[in-house]
């Protein structure tokens, strides 16, 4: 048996390369493995995929082992990701302004937007730019609140929107790593932040209710070494968004 991942309902490229797919994927015996519940219900509505072809399999993260009788110590409210249109990079600078006694980290990659926003930034924000892998998650285990202010038309890197299909990999990641997330309120962040039970989530677009949020956040760890919501994160992650549940999914899939 084989299957095939999907990221996207539509394929990015030429008329008569999506043609092929759309045929594929409806005409096919392959597997269709979707990548969120969105995902999932566009594949059976709009391709007419049966459901005996179709799974749900979220992405998944690496674990990462770390002591958290320390998180509220972190230095950081940290956004790690691209700097694509939508994805929020400028939204972390709008919240370092706001914060001016927090301490921001920003991890992302090199490009013309960043560099302008690195020259117009406030004092309190650490850049780390094109930052391998291997140490992002070291970066990230200094980091107390995680944010992801996706908007509600944020892009690839191929200039289309994927947010009602978005993978938040980097939330999964924020998990991980015990940070105490804070995300925007969109379906595909919804079906794993549950807020004020894993995370906190805010209104995307809307500097109130982002700046709200990270206050309610950093008001918690006033009261709370290690945030509640913390610890149900990191035990929906290994259940759910870990490599080993994803491969024990998988293997589901094949039996």
Not at 160 to 171: I, R
Not at 230 to 252: C, D, G, P, T
Request: aromatic fraction near 10%; charged fraction near 20%; glycine fraction near 6%.
């Amino acid at each position: 048996n084989c299957a095939y991942e999907a990221h996207t309902l539509v394929y990015p490229g030429s008329f008569h390369k999506r043609k092929l797919y759309e045929w594929a994927i409806r005409f096919g015996r392959t597997a269709v493995v979707a990548i969120n519940e969105k995902l999932f219900s566009d594949f059976n509505l709009d391709y007419g995929v049966a459901l005996h072809r179709l799974a749900h399999v979220p992405c998944s993260a690496r674990e990462f082992k770390l002591p958290l009788g320390k998180a509220r110590r972190r230095p950081y409210i940290t956004y790690c990701g691209s700097s694509y249109p939508g994805k929020g990079v400028d939204v972390v600078v709008e919240l370092a302004r706001l914060l001016p006694t927090e301490q921001f980290l920003i991890v992302t990659r090199s490009g013309d937007a960043v560099e302008s926003l690195m020259q117009h930034s406030p004092t309190n924000i650490d850049w780390k730019i094109d930052v391998v892998n291997t140490e992002v998650y070291e970066l990230l285990a200094q980091s107390k609140i995680a944010i992801a202010p996706y908007s509600r038309t944020s892009l690839t890197s191929g200039g289309w929107s994927n947010t009602p299909h978005l993978s938040p990999l980097k939330v999964f990641e924020y998990m991980a790593c015990g940070c105490l997330v804070v995300a925007s309120r969109l379906p595909a962040i919804e079906e794993v932040i549950d807020d004020g039970e894993t995370g906190l989530l805010f209104e995307p677009d809307n500097i109130k209710s982002r700046h709200t949020a990270v206050e309610r956040a950093l008001a918690i760890y006033e009261c709370e070494e290690v945030p509640e919501l913390v610890l149900n994160s990191l035990q929906v992650f290994r259940q759910k968004y870990s490599y080993s549940a994803r491969a024990e999914s998988i293997v589901a899939l094949a039996r």
